[in-house]
């Protein structure tokens, strides 16, 4: 799957494809409906696929301050856009010179001149240009003037309510991982180059791979069953501390740190992807390291248990 620059032109064979638009972090239920009615439109009209998506997402830009709050990355939506059929994915950068075009502009300049498109599918809740001036109704009437098809799809529900990144991040927060998996169809992961710590659940004889939270949202702190996705395609069950790990004197940055229990040797240096399955316990601060031991034998007794079923 390519990944284009969505300031440039597309290759030839990709222009006068139907054309995804929106945020889709996450790519949630709602997300997937939107890019599932681009793709069956371009299949049936024999065009090619494009999710098209902005990085940085426009909050960082405008509220440059707020927490962290990304549920996928670039990378995990390009994976996640390949595995629904989608030939490409384009990427807007989102700075100050494209949040400045009027949607007339952004429709002409990016969508027919960069793109050609031939069609553009979005959210009912979809806004764009300057000021937020344009939104469902506008692209209709532009598409209709400048020669590309406009396509709405309508939310989806569970249970009576909107599936939204919204609702993923409030289940994440409060520890609840599984009703996050439930509308994101996948559990939430994160993914990140193994990096050296202190190296003391060696010394505990429970050695993790330290990941850097980044730009993620923070889930709630705590100890959770998790599995990890490794670059030869292994996947591994074990648990994982998510915070900062309050027995240790001085440990104040946020780390998730896995412990894979089938792995022998370490994976410093490599990419991997960390899925959380179900929350076990908050952090807690012990009395002294061999409590901590102790608790994390416990620990991985109830993970195993959780993740004997998957």
Do not use: W
């Not at 730009?215 to 996705?229: D, K, M």
């Not at 229990?261 to 490599?270: E, K, S």
């Amino acid at each position: 799957m390519q990944r284009l620059d969505g300031g440039s032109a597309v290759p030839a064979p990709l222009r006068g494809a139907i054309v995804a638009l929106g945020n889709f972090d996450g790519f949630h239920r709602g997300h997937q409906a939107v890019v599932g009615r681009a793709i069956d439109r371009a299949r049936a009209e024999d065009r090619p696929a494009i999710v098209a998506t902005f990085d940085p997402h426009p909050v960082r830009l405008f509220q440059p301050d707020a927490p962290p709050f990304r549920l996928t990355s670039l990378d995990q939506r390009q994976r996640l856009f390949a595995a629904a059929g989608a030939d490409a994915m384009l990427v807007f950068h989102f700075d100050r010179a494209l949040a400045g075009l009027t949607a007339r502009a952004f429709a002409q300049e990016r969508l027919v001149d960069a793109i050609g498109a031939g069609g553009v599918v979005t959210g009912a809740d979809f806004t764009f240009g300057k000021g937020r001036d344009g939104d469902v109704a506008v692209l209709a009437a532009l598409g209709g003037e400048l020669g590309f098809s406009a396509d709405v799809v309508h939310p989806v529900s569970d249970h009576g309510d909107v599936i939204s990144s919204s609702r993923i991040r409030e289940h994440l927060i409060a520890g609840e991982p599984r009703e996050a998996a439930a509308l994101l169809t996948r559990p939430f992961a994160i993914e990140g180059v193994v990096e050296h710590g202190a190296k003391l659940g060696r010394i505990l004889g429970y050695p993790t791979a330290n990941l850097s939270l980044g730009s993620y949202l923070r889930p709630r702190y705590g100890i959770y069953a998790v599995t990890g996705r490794l670059p030869d395609g292994r996947v591994l069950r074990g648990v994982a501390n998510l915070g900062v790990r309050p027995t240790i004197a001085g440990q104040a940055t946020e780390l998730l740190e896995p412990y894979f229990f089938d792995l022998d040797g370490d994976l410093y240096g490599q990419m991997i992807e960390v899925a959380l399955i179900e929350f076990l316990r908050a952090e807690a601060k012990f009395d002294g390291l061999e409590a901590l031991k102790a608790q994390m034998a416990r620990d991985c007794d109830t993970a195993r248990a959780i993740l004997s079923g998957l």
